[in-house]
């Protein structure tokens, strides 16, 4: 016994008829909130989807170009970068031209202070060279001053020579014989005449140096010291000078003086 077939039966408009879609709308569940984390599987599809559009490109081979503010702010940092360079520079160089400075202004007080010690020594040189000059021609004066006296001296000795070896000679011979005859002594050599009167000139000198000084000093002195002062005065040495009797007897010894 043959079992039952069962045929699903088609109506003839069945395939002509399109498809109808229900959708149906769910109730709103307004007793609880949403997670915050609902948007998330959004944005990472966003993220992804730009993604696969950058492996898509860098697999295509396209080149970026940067637009817009991007653009903009590389060149602000490149120029901010290179600011920074020069400024730096600038800041080194202007180190050195203060440094620069600073020495020079040491170096210019250097030479002021080297012209005025120059000024200095210039004005001393002047006045050495003056005195120097004023000293040749005082020595010059001296030379032609000694060489003047020599030449005096000189004249004197040969006139004294021929005094002496002359005219004196025969005066003095004629004066003994005569005081000879009149049995009076022969008058003392020249020699003699000379060593007394350099003799007296000394002492005269002598003297009168010592009444210098005690004047020079009494000068020196106030008037209450000179009051209190109780010396004796200078004393002159006792005797005659060699020869002043003769001179004093004889008149003929001034003569021949």
């Not at 970068?81 to 203060?98: M, N, V």
């Not at 004294?160 to 009076?184: F, H, M, N, P, W």
């Not at 000394?202 to 009051?227: C, H, Q, T, Y």
């Amino acid at each position: 016994m043959s079992q039952p077939r069962y045929v699903h039966y088609n109506p003839p408009n069945a395939h002509a008829s399109p498809p109808v879609n229900t959708t149906t709308i769910a109730p709103q569940d307004t007793t609880k909130q949403p997670p915050p984390h609902v948007q998330q599987p959004q944005q990472t599809q966003q993220h992804q989807q730009p993604q696969s559009n950058n492996g898509a490109n860098a697999g295509t081979s396209v080149p970026l170009i940067a637009t817009g503010d991007w653009t903009k702010d590389l060149v602000h940092l490149a120029k901010t970068a290179e600011l920074k360079k020069h400024a730096l520079t600038l800041q080194l160089h202007t180190a050195h031209i203060l440094s620069a400075h600073a020495t020079l202004e040491q170096k210019n007080k250097a030479i002021q202070d080297v012209r005025e010690q120059k000024n200095k020594l210039e004005s001393e040189r002047n006045k050495l060279i003056n005195s120097l000059r004023e000293i040749n021609e005082d020595r010059d004066k001296a030379d032609l001053m000694e060489v003047s006296l020599s030449k005096e001296c000189t004249d004197l000795r040969q006139k004294i020579s021929d005094l002496t070896d002359g005219e004196y000679t025969i005066a003095k011979q004629d004066v003994d014989r005569l005081r000879q005859e009149l049995g009076q002594p022969p008058l003392p050599s020249l020699q003699s005449t000379l060593d007394d009167k350099s003799s007296q000139y000394l002492n005269d000198r002598r003297l009168n140096g010592n009444e210098s000084i005690s004047s020079a000093n009494n000068s020196k002195r106030g008037p209450g010291d000179l009051l209190q002062m109780d010396a004796p005065p200078a004393k002159r040495p006792r005797g005659r000078p060699k020869g002043s009797r003769n001179k004093g007897k004889d008149p003929t010894a001034t003569i021949a003086a």
